[in-house]
């Protein structure tokens, strides 16, 4: 595929990760595995228990409440941190809307990745708070 790049390189290109050093850009791949999609596919269903934090590493996903569109992510993105944060069901579905690959981590790793490198909770706070300000401003139904 033209373009494809291995894991470490786009991890080590996506702000998430920014200030990551290669050797640990190469830890933090080595610790998640990369999953495919086809459009149309469900990654997260809302309800199930999380076992997963994923990063899109190429592709779309569409975060969805029942018929609402909650936000659209793209490479660079992540979802289902939320699940692991606070151990309660999934808030929301993630369904790929275009060929989608994640790269994709357990809870248990997800957690030890943070503990070791706190400046990722520093990102990950910056996009919660992003899309925090998005869904207050986004109309009721
Ligand atoms: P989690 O609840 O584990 O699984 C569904 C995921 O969708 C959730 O974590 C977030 O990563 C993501 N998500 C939920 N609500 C929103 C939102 N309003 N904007 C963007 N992403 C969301």
Same mark, same amino acid.
């Given at each position: ?25 190469? +830890?933090?791949? /080595?610790? %998640? !595995?990369? *999953? ?24 779309? +996903?569409?975060? /969805?409440? %029942? !018929?609402? *569109? ?72």
């Amino acid at each position: 595929m033209p373009g494809r790049q291995d894991a470490t390189t786009l991890i080590a290109n996506i702000p998430f990760f920014q200030g990551l050093n290669e050797k640990t850009c190469k +830890a933090i791949a /080595r610790a %998640g !595995k990369e *999953l495919s999609y086809k459009a149309g596919d469900s990654i997260v269903d809302e309800g199930s228990m999380g076992v997963g934090f994923y990063l899109i590493l190429e592709g779309r +996903a569409e975060v /969805r409440k %029942g !018929k609402k *569109l909650l936000a659209t992510l793209e490479r660079g993105q992540f979802f289902g941190e939320m699940s692991l944060i606070d151990k309660q069901p999934r808030s929301a579905d993630v369904v790929a809307v275009a060929p989608t690959r994640c790269w994709a981590l357990t809870a248990w790793s997800f957690t030890g990745l943070v503990e070791t490198h706190p400046e990722m909770a520093l990102s990950m706070l910056k996009e919660l708070v992003k899309r925090l300000r998005a869904a207050q401003s986004s109309p009721t139904p």
